[in-house]
């Protein structure tokens, strides 16, 4: 019969027999189930790393992380044995290594220049490394410079942290300063500095499964971050023109196929142009900043709105009829007059056209209601501004499914 596998205090390591006749069972001490544990898992997440590192060879990122993954797994499980890890001459270098090469990870991770500042902290790991490798004499030295590392590499890299701008900035700080704790503490504890006599398990391994929890969560911010970006006006707020166009053609295809109404409404702020001119950018940026503001609360969630481009604001309304049409946009309008600045006596008002499709009489696509509620928009601006005009189509337009255009 296999030995039963017990977790066990250190004092009772070892084959023990509580009961007579029963079968032998193998005690492992908890100082060694916990680095193992950890190496398991983190050289798992190295091998993770390392395949989609193989799908995208510019991701140098994650070829730093399989190396740090890997070294320290290994240095793990070399500090499984009872004796020091100094004493080994791969621990050593390990231990010189590891913090360059987190600190390397951080740094590529926050897309931070190599200048020659930072690389020269390169120099420490690679002017000790083939002392403490070669030279027996050198090796006791091990110790006191792996704790000038991790202090050289963990205070560089926290001081970057404080330095940036990033909404993950505090994010990345506390797990950068839980990893360099936990390795300062494994490594007083493995001198007899802290707690002299007791065999603690490391907390590096533990620490660094949290640092690689904390860094996946950034990873995750800046990946929605870029989203944003990529969709989302910086000035207003609301989606960009591509983003709306995309949506507002997704939301055409479903109002044809379900025979349902939509209508699309341009709007323009009036006279933009003067409030640049006499107030300045700053001012004319704040009218369209508040502005999108105001569009998005007036909307209701199942309708599209974005920033065609300048002034020019664009609405798609679902399922809707030519009155329910316009007090939509006369509710938008109603919003954007509230918009008031500082030292600005001047109202802010705006025009609106408004384009309907009928989806189980008409066929078209965007840009023809585009064009449509944009030529509705300039007769809006020809007869005095601040109102909205519904488009007028002559006789062509289809009124029952016996006259409906493909188009």
């Given at each position: ?49 390392l395949l989609f590192w193989a799908r995208d060879r510019s991701r140098t990122d994650l070829l730093l992380y399989t190396l740090l993954a890997s070294g320290l797994a290994t240095f793990l499980v070399l500090g499984l044995r009872s004796a020091p890890s100094g004493d080994s001459p791969a621990a050593a270098a390990l231990g010189l290594l590891l913090p360059a090469l987190a600190w390397l990870l951080l740094v590529r991770f926050l897309d931070l220049p190599l200048r020659r500042g930072r690389l020269s902290l390169l120099a420490l790991p690679a002017v000790a490394l083939p002392f403490v490798v070669a030279l027996p004499s050198a090796r006791a030295l091990a110790a006191p410079m792996e704790a000038v590392a991790l202090v050289v590499f963990g205070g560089a890299a926290l001081l970057d942290l404080v330095r ?244």
């Amino acid at each position: 019969m296999l030995p039963h596998l017990l977790l066990a205090p250190p004092a009772a390591a070892g084959l023990a027999e509580p009961f007579p006749g029963s079968p032998p069972r193998l005690q492992l001490p908890v100082e060694l189930l916990v680095p193992g544990a950890s190496a398991v898992a983190i050289a798992t997440l190295g091998l993770v790393a390392l395949l989609f590192w193989a799908r995208d060879r510019s991701r140098t990122d994650l070829l730093l992380y399989t190396l740090l993954a890997s070294g320290l797994a290994t240095f793990l499980v070399l500090g499984l044995r009872s004796a020091p890890s100094g004493d080994s001459p791969a621990a050593a270098a390990l231990g010189l290594l590891l913090p360059a090469l987190a600190w390397l990870l951080l740094v590529r991770f926050l897309d931070l220049p190599l200048r020659r500042g930072r690389l020269s902290l390169l120099a420490l790991p690679a002017v000790a490394l083939p002392f403490v490798v070669a030279l027996p004499s050198a090796r006791a030295l091990a110790a006191p410079m792996e704790a000038v590392a991790l202090v050289v590499f963990g205070g560089a890299a926290l001081l970057d942290l404080v330095r940036l701008h990033r909404p993950d900035a505090a994010l990345l700080f506390a797990a950068t300063a839980v990893l360099l704790l936990a390795a300062l503490f494994d490594a007083a504890a493995a001198k007899g500095v802290l707690l002299p006599g007791e065999r603690l398990p490391p907390l590096l391994g533990p620490a660094f499964l949290l640092f690689t929890a904390l860094l996946l969560v950034a990873v995750a911010d800046q990946g929605r971050r870029l989203v944003e970006k990529a969709t989302i006006d910086a000035l207003t707020g609301l989606p960009n023109r591509a983003t709306f166009l995309e949506r507002a053609r997704r939301e055409l295809d479903r109002a044809q196929r379900n025979g349902s109404s939509v209508a699309l409404a341009m709007l323009d702020v009036d006279h933009f142009k003067r409030f640049n001119d006499r107030y300045g950018h700053p001012a004319g940026d704040r009218v369209l900043k508040d502005a999108g503001r105001a569009v998005a609360s007036a909307v209701r969630g199942i309708d599209l709105a974005g920033r065609y481009g300048g002034e020019e604001l664009v609405l798609l309304l679902v399922d809707v009829d030519a009155e329910a049409a316009l007090a939509a946009v006369e509710r938008v309008r109603a919003a954007i007059a509230e918009v008031r600045l500082p030292h600005v006596p001047d109202a802010v008002t705006a025009s609106a056209g408004v384009a309907l499709h009928h989806g189980a009489f008409d066929r078209c696509g965007v840009a023809d209601l585009i064009r449509r509620a944009d030529a509705a928009l300039y007769r809006s601006k020809a007869e005095g501004r601040d109102r909205t005009t519904l488009e007028t189509r002559g006789p062509e337009r289809p009124t029952s499914p016996a006259e409906v255009r493909y188009r």
